[in-house]
């Protein structure tokens, strides 16, 4: 392996983990196959459906807003590491997000995608691809791809628990007693 043969070329493989983040929170290119299951289904597009109530609503001990909060947190610390970091993260500081109203939602939407931007900009500008950073970057898709799952459960739960919400409040104010 010495003289190049059997090894990846840096393009080659930045390319391939930002081809999947890009699919993990863009969604996949149109017209083309997808790494998961559901197509043209990427983070981006999932929180876009959802409203601030419908994020901050708890789902077994945590919600979209937090999943959503502690996704971002993780790309900034990952690129952080990536880039020569060395001093520990509170990975509990991560969840502080819980709830939010509309306008902290919207904030948060944006700061996620800011996140995501700065992230492949971070692969990108990356010349060292030491045996650390590689594992770092197949770890920053394997998370993130298991937050989009989570936000996707978590939204169907949302989505339905607004529906039933909106169907008890027209049944309580169609009944006459």
Known sequence: MENGKNQIERDHFVHGVAYLLRETFEGPPDG??????DRGIGIFSTL???????ASLDFHG??????????????DRICEFISGRTKPVN?????????????????LRGS????????LQCLDSLTDWSAD??????????HSAYHL????????????????????SASASADPA
């Open 32 to 37: 083309q196959g997808s790494a998961y299951l």
């Open 48 to 54: 876009e459906e959802i409203s601030a109530r419908q």
């Open 62 to 75: 945590t919600t979209v807003a937090a999943q959503t909060e502690h996704a971002k947190f993780y790309l």
């Open 91 to 107: 990975w509990e500081d991560s969840w502080l997000i819980e709830t939010v109203n509309e306008s902290e939602w919207e904030a």
């Open 112 to 119: 996620t995608k800011k996140s995501y931007e700065s992230t």
């Open 133 to 142: 950073n590689i594992g770092m970057a197949m770890g920053m898709i394997a």
């Open 149 to 168: 799952g989570a936000v996707r459960q978590i939204a169907k739960f949302a989505a339905h628990a607004g529906e039933a919400g909106r169907s008890e």
